[in-house]
């Protein structure tokens, strides 16, 4: 059985430092060194027209920056969703301790611009401290 002591001491370990919300999305800072970071962005009128094959993709849509910069690039997680049209994604790159990088979206037909709206989840986990 842990001592009072020892409870606390665990508490403040893994108890939340700092929340942290911008233009850039939120970071939520724990003792031990974790940092989470999330952010959501729209992109209004995408054209997914880049023949790939037998599909289509977008141009590289940029993710900007974290809420607060990573000691050590993040494990990262996202989701696209939209108002109609489906679309993936296809490639992630450039993503670092500061940026979210940029992303390509994919989808089996064409979609004209005008046609096409998209909500990017963006999730990192990684560490502000050692």
Known sequence: MQTMKEKIQKL???SIIETITNSNGTAIKFADGTMICTKSM???NVAI???VGELYQSSALNLGSWAQSFIETPNTAMACVNGGWAAWIYQYTNYSTTGAGTVTLLRPTSAASTEANYR???L?????KN
């Open 12 to 14: 403040e370990k893994e």
């Open 42 to 44: 729209s992109f209004q």
């Open 49 to 51: 027209t880049q023949k």
């Open 120 to 122: 990017i989840g963006v």
């Open 124 to 128: 990192a986990i990684g560490r502000w």
